[in-house]
């Protein structure tokens, strides 16, 4: 399925917090999270605020066309390669943005920061993201873990 208009990446800022907290307290994405428990606005937002500022997490906040939000796709960085998380709005699923953020979100990663190693801790009876994930290259290595290893861009002479 693919979505219907442009995605649009920008990195999230704090005006963006609410809007991430009621994405995460949904039972859909708690349930497929490995932290299934509601979270408190005090404890997101203390999160939320050192998140922005700390230099091995990356936070993109994708929009439609209109600048409608449509979901977060998160990268932290860990022992050389990056961990991504991909959050759909729960009004957006099912029309194919997950795929596109995943994708757009890689991408970007690698052209901004150089990036070509990513994991994904993906559970066992998540299939919406296992798809989402194989989709854009990701497999299936031990358990839970997904990797996409994309090729190193050579230096221009």
Same mark, same amino acid.
């Given at each position: 399925m693919s979505t219907p208009h442009p995605l649009r990446l920008r990195c999230a800022g704090h005006e963006d917090g609410r809007l991430v907290f009621d994405?995460?307290? $949904? !039972?859909?994405?708690?349930? *497929?999270?490995?932290?299934? &428990? !509601?979270?408190?606005? !005090?404890?997101?937002? &203390?999160?939320?605020? *050192?998140?922005l500022g700390r230099a091995d997490r990356v +936070? &993109? +906040? @994708?929009? $439609?066309?209109? @600048? =409608?939000?449509? @979901? +977060?796709? =998160?990268? $932290? *960085?860990?022992? @050389?390669?990056?961990?991504?998380?991909v959050q759909v709005a729960p009004e957006r699923r099912g029309q194919g943005w997950g795929r596109e953020l995943l994708a757009a979100g890689v991408a970007r990663m690698a052209d901004k920061r150089g990036a070509y190693r990513f994991t994904a801790e993906i559970k066992p009876d998540n299939t919406a993201s296992q798809r989402i994930f194989e989709a854009c290259g990701f497999v299936q290595c031990v358990g839970q873990e997904w990797i996409l290893k994309l090729q190193r861009r050579r230096a221009a002479a």
């Open positions: 994405w995460r307290n $949904d !039972p859909i994405t708690r349930a *497929a999270s490995h932290d299934v &428990l !509601p979270i408190s606005w !005090p404890v997101h937002e &203390l999160w939320w605020k *050192a998140s +936070l &993109l +906040l @994708g929009e $439609d066309a209109w @600048g =409608r939000p449509v @979901g +977060l796709v =998160r990268f $932290d *960085a860990r022992e @050389g390669r990056w961990i991504v998380s």
